[in-house]
């Protein structure tokens, strides 16, 4: 199990991706429609644990640390991180530096983790990884709710650090193949994503936590 977050022990305020839960996933509806709930925990779980064991494998290599996979699902794991090392070869332009920082925005109340920041052709960046399947397609798909993520990753890492970074970057890594997804967010489209989507979905989840506490007392 992974070990409880730092700001998870100081705050009670939610993190990026629990604000983002209040949105509506048509295709993960579908998906649990057609599927037992048994089936779908395991699902859940496995998937949980390969993005984790990933995203530290990862974190060791930027660190220039030993990098050790130690997962019941090494194969899964295995092809995320060749996927991560064909991304490095294809993409030389982009460097990366720092990586794994736990983050509160003090303002709008929300915690979460940076996955990396970094260059794109020397034009400081942030960047985010995830996990996906590409199944019958050549790579993974980039998710609306990926870059709505990163949105606020980079706006609570603007505050914290006094920054204006507008640049960003996903990557989804291939869990099933050696392949992966290169999405850039530019400036215009992570204002937007934070602004018409983020910003709107915090109020929503304060407003259903607000209520949930006022149901328990």
């Given at each position: 199990?992974?070990?409880?977050?730092?700001?998870?022990?100081?705050?009670?305020?939610?993190?990026?991706?629990?604000?983002?839960?209040?949105?509506r996933k048509q295709?993960?509806?579908?998906?649990?429609?057609?599927?037992?709930?048994?089936?779908?925990?395991?699902?859940?779980?496995?998937?949980?644990?390969?993005?984790?064991?990933?995203?530290?494998?990862?974190?060791?290599?930027?660190?220039?640390?030993?990098?050790?996979?130690?997962?019941?699902?090494?194969?899964?794991?295995?092809?995320?991180?060749?996927?991560?090392?064909?991304?490095?070869k294809e993409h030389?332009?982009?460097?990366?530096?720092?990586?794994?920082?736990?983050?509160?925005?003090?303002?709008?109340?929300?915690?979460?983790?940076?996955?990396?920041?970094?260059?794109?052709?020397?034009?400081?960046?942030?960047?985010?990884?995830?996990?996906?399947?590409?199944?019958?397609?050549?790579?993974?798909?980039?998710?609306?709710?990926?870059?709505?993520?990163?949105?606020?990753?980079?706006?609570?890492?603007?505050?914290?650090?006094?920054?204006?970074?507008?640049?960003?970057?996903?990557?989804?890594?291939?869990?099933?193949?050696?392949?992966?997804?290169?999405?850039?967010?530019?400036?215009?489209?992570?204002?937007?994503?934070?602004?018409?989507?983020?910003?709107?979905?915090?109020?929503?989840?304060?407003?259903?936590?607000?209520?949930?506490?006022?149901?328990?007392?």
């Amino acid at each position: 199990m992974a070990e409880k977050r730092t700001y998870q022990k100081k705050n009670k305020y939610p993190s990026v991706t629990q604000v983002l839960n209040v949105l509506r996933k048509q295709g993960l509806e579908h998906w649990f429609k057609i599927n037992t709930v048994a089936f779908c925990d395991a699902k859940s779980a496995k998937g949980k644990e390969i993005g984790s064991q990933t995203h530290e494998a990862i974190q060791a290599h930027i660190e220039a640390r030993e990098v050790k996979v130690e997962t019941e699902y090494a194969e899964e794991v295995m092809n995320a991180l060749k996927s991560f090392m064909l991304f490095k070869k294809e993409h030389p332009e982009i460097t990366l530096h720092k990586s794994e920082m736990e983050m509160t925005d003090e303002v709008n109340k929300y915690n979460g983790t940076l996955d990396v920041t970094g260059e794109i052709s020397n034009v400081v960046a942030i960047g985010d990884w995830k996990t996906g399947e590409a199944k019958d397609n050549p790579a993974p798909k980039v998710y609306d709710e990926h870059k709505t993520q990163l949105s606020a990753y980079i706006k609570a890492y603007n505050r914290i650090e006094n920054k204006d970074i507008g640049l960003g970057f996903i990557v989804v890594l291939a869990k099933d193949k050696i392949a992966y997804t290169l999405y850039v967010m530019a400036p215009d489209e992570v204002d937007a994503e934070f602004e018409n989507v983020f910003l709107p979905a915090l109020k929503i989840s304060n407003y259903q936590r607000r209520h949930i506490l006022n149901k328990e007392k």
